[in-house]
């Protein structure tokens, strides 16, 4: 009977000591007498982040707490500059931070950080993200469109595209390889290379400068070659996590030849608009291109393009649905002022 007692007694210290230790948690208290327990993982920019059992992760504002504690040992770093590692208690007007040299009392609203141990301090933080963000990295990306058809009618349609993209936070480069060729019973209905390089480089958060060069020959056009070189300043008009609007201004220079044995070169202007715009699983690119001939004002072309990606499950594939316009103002004899070209293709992405 005494050594069931005994047991009994036993059971009931070990449940009330093993609930103890599970609700031991950090204790934050609210400016209107709330209070939040859980675990204190960081506070930085006036942001408390407390890890609950009830609501998980969650994210207070430093201004709606009074006082907080916590049951081991963490880094608090103050606005003053000094940093105390050691377990904070609920003092009057704020808190105690107590480590083993002895204390160090402060204003909940002095408070600048709180980290854990052996986590990472916000200036480290800071240093870690600024360089990472010096460091460029390749991204590939190659597309293809195939079509075909045979018996009543004889036709094949191929679009075949790569780029290689170099980038970090103040620059890009970007190589572009294109190529298109159909055929309608026999006739070619598109015959088109392109190839291009473009590098882009901000020197301020909104401001830089551009320089891009291309090679073209599409025989649909009767255009034997066409190189375009231009250099300009760019400006980003709106820059957030998902958009992204920068303007070009620009002199270029082009130089073209046609089959009927005609060519045109001039000096002129280079006025582009690129536009990106992140959704949270698709992507829409808006790309519109005014160069006027400064010879001849009247002798321009007007490219744009927009084009939408689709995600393929959570592959690297992709699906691009997208549309063309070429318009040149004085055309060679035979072709059309405007171009347009309706376009989807698969494409693949890799680093």
Known sequence: MKLSLL???????LTILLSSVAWAADRIEMTDGSVVLGKLLSANGGKFKVETAFAGTIEIAQEKIRSFTTDEAVNVALNTGSTVLGKVESAEGGIKVVAGHGQMSAATGKVAAVWRQGGESPEMRQLRETAAKKVRHWAYEASVAIAGRSGVSEKFGANLGFKATLARAQDKLIFALAAQKAEDNGVNTADRQFASVDYSFFYSPDNGWYTRSSLEKDKIKALDFRSTTSFGFGRKLRKTAGQDLEFRLGASYLYETYSNNTSFDSPGLDVTFLHSLQFTKTKLTNVLTYTPAFKDFTNYRLHHESSL?????????????????????????????????YFTSLLLNWQ
């Not at 594939?317 to 070429?326: E, I, Q």
Request: no cysteine; hydrophobic share 35%; aromatic share 8%.
């Open 309 to 341: 990606e689709l995600p393929l499950g959570a592959s690297r594939w992709k699906l691009k649905l997208g549309a063309a316009n070429d318009y040149l103002s004085q055309p060679p004899t035979g072709t059309e002022r405007l171009d347009t070209t």
């Open 7 to 13: 047991i009994n007694i036993f059971r009931t210290v």
